[in-house]
């Protein structure tokens, strides 16, 4: 075809772009908006998400509004009080002393994740820090390591117990006895994984160029670690739960006037064969407790895994 014969509206004249080379035709990424897509992908999470936080808010709010006290017994003598079972009055039910279950559980259930939650933030916080001084220098490695073999080797909870008499009853010192030693599973934990990502080739490499040892911590290693952290803290947390509720089962630990789930069901095992409604609750709500948060803290743990993202 001639080049007259073309019309010439059809055509016009494109400005060359020298950067239209450089644009990177891909998604943008955030990090925490895919941890939480993936999280959130699972029904079943979204379940659990949904039970936890319903134990976690009664747990902090009710105690607020219904006033509980341990040792209140105005209704010791009202013997309508006493001992009725579950119903739209009483949802869980009363004692001997004419109290409602209700506000006990949740009041003891209070106590029972503030003290979970305390002891794990502090164990995981210093866990870290010193697990990553732990991992990087060898100077420091040899001493830690020695004191690591010998408190390892005794049952944490016969340290808890120990500690515990020796300091008394209070919220304050169960807490310094639980923790006093449980970081050290965190910090060695923590330990290891920055002695295998420290020398790892673009660490060394930042090394040559001569990047500090901490920024290298901060900025190439920890980001890698997020859901390493993640996962002990959703071990732990269950964990020291069930440490203070066995304590106040055995009467060790808290002060007396402080309602815990473990004291309740430990006061009200002799009731198992003839109100049993007062040994089962709180012994279902101690589980949902620990599972709901366990499984929680698992599932944003995978979720945090980058290797997920992919």
Same mark, same amino acid.
């Given at each position: ?77 009202? @013997? ?62 040899? @001493? ?31 807490? @310094? ?62 964990? &020291?739960?069930?440490?203070?509720? &066995?304590?106040? @089962? ?58 997920t993202h992919l």
């Open positions: 075809m001639d080049k007259k014969e073309i019309p010439a509206e059809k055509f016009q004249f494109v400005k060359v772009d020298y950067l239209a080379s450089e644009h990177i035709d891909a998604p943008v990424y955030s990090y925490w908006k895919s941890v939480f897509q993936k999280f959130f992908s699972s029904k079943i999470a979204l379940v659990i998400v949904i039970i936890m936080m319903i134990v976690v808010l009664m747990s902090f709010f009710q105690p607020i509004f219904s006033g509980y006290n341990l040792l209140d017994v105005t209704n010791i003598n009202n @013997f309508k009080a006493r001992y009725n079972p579950p119903s739209a009055k009483y949802w869980f039910g009363t004692d001997a002393d004419g109290k409602s279950l209700f506000d006990a559980v949740w009041a003891g259930a209070r106590t029972s994740i503030l003290i979970g939650i305390l002891s794990m933030f502090v164990c995981e916080s210093l866990g870290v820090i010193i697990g990553a001084i732990w991992g990087s220098s060898k100077r420091i490695d040899r @001493f830690i390591l020695e004191v690591y073999n010998v408190i390892s080797n005794i049952p944490q909870l016969l340290i808890v117990i120990v500690l515990s008499y020796a300091f008394g009853s209070g919220f304050w010192n169960l807490l @310094f006895a639980m923790t006093c030693t449980s970081w050290f599973k965190t910090a060695y934990l923590i330990r290891v994984q920055v002695m295998i990502m420290r020398d790892r080739e673009y660490n060394l490499a930042s090394r040559t160029l001569g990047v500090k040892m901490w920024r290298l911590i901060l900025k190439n290693i920890f980001p890698y670690l997020i859901s390493v952290i993640m996962t002990d803290a959703a071990k732990q947390l269950p964990e &020291f739960i069930s440490y203070e509720v &066995f304590l106040s @089962f055995l009467g060790i630990g808290l002060s007396i006037d402080t309602p815990s789930l473990g004291r309740i069901i430990n006061q009200y095992s002799l009731n198992i064969n003839n109100y049993p409604y007062l040994f089962w609750i709180p012994v279902t709500v101690l589980a949902l407790v620990t599972v709901s948060l366990y499984l929680v803290g698992q599932r944003l743990a995978d979720a945090a895994d980058p290797k």
